[in-house]
């Protein structure tokens, strides 16, 4: 099993930079996609972004596209989150998790939550107006 521990959260001002860390640990997590997800008040836990085993695609929600970017180092067994261009509305407690050992699935797999295992304990950002 895997485990997660998501850091790097915090208050910012609309407009702002955050960059989320994910720290796995277990030789396994390289196998696997990675995947972040957010959760606002009241609202479902969603998902914000993904890269498959390899790296060899990434997936957003649209309303992140062209402002958050995921990366991982296989080094460090550690998948990150860049935010910029932050928003209100981008307020929630961030998680990053691990998906499919595959990279020939269908996009779908790698987008959906029922999809991920091993969870982080997750990261609250708070965006200010």
């Known amino acids: 099993q895997v485990q997660l521990v998501e850091s790097g959260g915090g208050l910012v001002q609309a407009g702002g930079s955050l960059r989320l860390s994910c720290a796995a640990s277990g030789r396994d997590f390289n196998n696997y996609a990675v995947g972040w997800f957010r959760q606002a008040p009241g609202k479902e836990r969603e998902f914000v972004a993904s890269?498959?085993?390899?790296?060899?695609?990434?997936y957003y929600t649209d309303s992140v596209k062209g402002r958050f970017t995921i990366s991982r180092d296989y080094a460090k067994n550690t998948v990150y989150l860049q935010m910029d261009s932050l928003k209100p509305e981008d307020t929630a407690v961030y998680y990053c998790?691990?998906?499919?050992?595959?990279?020939?699935?269908?996009?779908?797999?790698?987008?959906?939550?029922?999809?991920?295992?091993?969870w982080g304990q997750g990261t609250q950002v708070t965006v200010s107006s």
């Open positions: 998790a691990t998906g499919v050992g595959s990279d020939y699935l269908t996009s779908n797999v790698y987008t959906n939550l029922r999809y991920y295992n091993s």
């Open positions: 890269m498959k085993k390899t790296g060899r695609n990434t």
